[in-house]
Nanobody, 123 residues
Framework: VQLQASGGGLVQAGGSLRVSCVASGRTLNTYALGWFRQAPGKEREFVAALRWSSNAYYGDSVKGRFTISRDNAKNTVYLQMNSLKPEDTAVYYC??????????????????WGQGTQVTVSS
């Protein structure tokens, strides 16, 4: 399985951006799809994830501002980011795996990872 993330860029604080991740190599309809991010000098953190059942989960810092969605026909997961803040600046990684609910925020539960896309929010 290969995951290809795209859509990152530079945006002003308060703006919006949507990043995408396309999976190839197998169908991921029954897998969870998630987003993590890593800012310079910080550990990678959970952002959002979507189980095959379409239950969505969010990190506390993005809840109410970010929305995760998926298009199974296109094997693609999206992360719509609104009301962006400078502290959202990071490399955003998509990930996938047969993740259960209790470990959906744990990056070690994910089998496959994309290469990351840079999101920079200017103040």
């Amino acid at each position: 399985v290969q995951l290809q993330a795209s859509g990152g860029g530079l945006v002003q604080a308060g703006g919006s951006l949507r990043v995408s991740c396309v999976a190839s190599g197998r169908t991921l309809n029954t897998y969870a799809l998630g987003w993590f991010r890593q800012a310079p000098g910080k550990e990678r953190e959970f952002v959002a994830a979507l189980r095959w059942s379409s239950n969505a989960y969010y990190g506390d810092s993005v809840k109410g501002r970010f929305t995760i969605s998926r298009d199974n026909a296109k094997n693609t997961v999206y992360l719509q980011m609104n009301s962006l803040k400078p502290e959202d600046t990071a490399v955003y990684y998509c990930a996938s795996g047969p993740v259960i609910t209790s470990t959906i925020r744990d990056q070690s539960s994910y089998y496959y990872w994309g290469q990351g896309t840079q999101v920079t929010v200017s103040s």
